[in-house]
T-cell receptor, first 112, second 113 residues
Framework: DADVTQTPRNRITKTGKRIMLECSQT?????MYWYRQDPGLGLQLIYY???????NKGEISDGYSVSRQAQAKFSLSLESAIPNQTALYFC???????????FGPGTRLTVL | AQSVTQLGSHVSVSEGALVLLRCNYS??????LFWYVQYPNQGLQLLLK??????LVKGINGFEAEFKKSETSFHLTKPSAHMSDAAEYFC???????????FGTGTKLQVIP
């Protein structure tokens, strides 16, 4: 079984709709991250969390919100999706100390 | 803030040829540097990690990278490319007081038969 799972894997939605992307992990890590990947831009950090009571904005948090429901679950929401948010979204986890990040398989989101 | 620059968004090599993917970090010496690989339709996975214990770091699938302080570089190499190496490669460095990781813009490697 995968250590970091993301649902859904693919989603097509319309402008103005609310969307939630979910991430679950079995690695026991406290740190979880949401990234967005666009061609030629690499990965940009949207939000990150070090425990259920600690949520931090990343570089591109506008238009997004997150919820850390438990140590193992970290959800990303788009309150009112826009076409500009069409991208590949990744969840990742890590242990403290600047160590390796473990990525989920990604969610491909298309906003029409 | 720490950052990395990857030169060349696309690199093409023939099967069996040397692979060289370039990464330069910003001026201060980082405690860690990473190379990640992303195969088509998959998430990123760690290829190798520099921790200052050794300047030459060996990773998975025959890849290695050499940390050169004088050149502020951490280039990724593989002596002989294989078709299965076709992927996108990302250099990365800890940032934000080591709470986060900043990724380069990626280099897509194409291997020509």
């Amino acid at each position: 079984d995968a250590d970091v799972t993301q649902t859904p894997r693919n989603r097509i939605t319309k402008t103005g709709k609310r969307i939630m992307l979910e991430c679950s992990q079995t690695k026991g890590h406290d740190r979880m991250y949401w990234y967005r990947q666009d061609p030629g831009l690499g990965l940009q950090l949207i939000y990150y969390s070090f425990d259920v009571k600690d949520i931090n904005k990343g570089e591109i948090s506008d238009g997004y919100s997150v919820s850390r429901q438990a140590q193992a679950k970290f959800s990303l929401s788009l309150e009112s999706a826009i076409p500009n948010q069409t991208a590949l979204y990744f969840c990742a986890t890590s242990a403290p100390g600047g160590n390796e990040q473990f990525f989920g398989p990604g969610t491909r989101l298309t906003v029409l | 803030a720490q950052s990395v620059t990857q030169l060349g968004s696309h690199v093409s090599v023939s099967e069996g040829a040397l692979v060289l993917l370039r990464c330069n970090y910003s001026s201060s010496v980082p405690p860690y540097l990473f190379w990640y690989v992303q195969y088509p339709n998959q998430g990123l996975q760690l290829l190798l990690k520099y921790t200052s214990a050794a300047t030459l770091v060996k990773g998975i699938n025959g890849f290695e990278a050499e940390f050169k302080k004088s050149e502020t570089s951490f280039h990724l190499t593989k002596p002989s490319a294989h078709m299965s190496d076709a992927a996108e490669y990302f250099c990365a460095v800890p940032s934000g007081g080591y709470q986060k990781v900043t990724f380069g813009t990626g280099t897509k490697l194409q291997v020509i038969p």
